[in-house]
Antibody, heavy 115, light 107 residues
Framework: QVQLVESGGDLVKPGGSLRLSCAASGFIFSDSYMTWIRQAPGKGLEWVSYISGSSDNTNYADSVKGRFTISRDNTKNSLYLQMNSLRAEDTAVYYC????????WGQGTMVTVSS | DIQMTQSPSTLSASVGDRVAITCRASQTISDWLAWYQQKPGKAPKLLIYKVSSLESGVPSRFSGSGSGTEFTLTISSLQPDDFATYYCQQYKSYSRTFGQGTKLEIK
């Protein structure tokens, strides 16, 4: 079945780095734009970044631009989010989702930025 | 960036009630509007896309309407499973902004 599974969330100190992964199955991954969305504890949803199927088109929310990098490996059906210079306000559950409309979501992975 | 504003922020209702949640965009988004349902500890679930198209498997008591900048999610007869938080989202611009959410509570 169509599935997305995130991993890589952890507790990290301010200024640190983390790489999130999202493993896709059940659909033609290389044909799909993919996206990351986050949700701070008790807060709403915030779109973070997206990437085209061929990786030639990427975009970022202003809040993460210059610090986060989205990438993918279509040979591994995997999506990534490299997060650098992490701040306390980056603390959130991070979801990957299939774009167009966000019709398929992963279960989320928790990132906590704290000293 | 296109801002999305939902109202109300919280809605108290009873099983069997008809309820409506409104979403306003800061500029016209044509029909590029989706609605999601989220339950505690779970990922959001797509309910409606392109203003009024029901995602496969979503009960017909959910419906969407509107155009331009004003949109509405209506639940015709609330069921116990419907108590959750609902988000609208525009996908006209590349920054896929969400509304702040509407929490639907049991009265």
């Amino acid at each position: 079945q169509v599935q997305l599974v995130e991993s890589g969330g952890d507790l990290v100190k301010p200024g640190g780095s983390l790489r999130l992964s999202c493993a896709a199955s059940g659909f033609i991954f290389s044909d799909s734009y993919m996206t990351w969305i986050r949700q701070a504890p008790g807060k709403g949803l915030e779109w973070v970044s997206y990437i085209s199927g061929s990786s030639d088109n990427t975009n970022y929310a202003d809040s993460v631009k210059g610090r986060f990098t989205i990438s993918r490996d279509n040979t591994k059906n995997s999506l990534y989010l490299q997060m650098n210079s992490l701040r306390a306000e980056d603390t959130a559950v991070y979801y990957c989702a299939r774009m167009g409309t966000f019709d398929v979501w992963g279960q989320g992975t928790m990132v906590t930025v704290s000293s | 960036d296109i801002q999305m504003t939902q109202s109300p922020s919280t809605l108290s209702a009873s099983v069997g009630d008809r309820v409506a949640i409104t979403c306003r965009a800061s500029q016209t988004i044509s029909d590029w509007l989706a609605w999601y349902q989220q339950k505690p500890g779970k990922a959001p679930k797509l309910l409606i896309y392109k203003v009024s198209s029901l995602e496969s498997g979503v009960p017909s008591r959910f419906s969407g309407s509107g155009s331009g900048t004003e949109f509405t999610l209506t639940i015709s007869s609330l069921q116990p499973d419907d108590f959750a938080t609902y988000y609208c989202q525009q996908y006209k611009s590349y920054s896929r902004t969400f509304g702040q959410g509407t929490k639907l509570e049991i009265k």
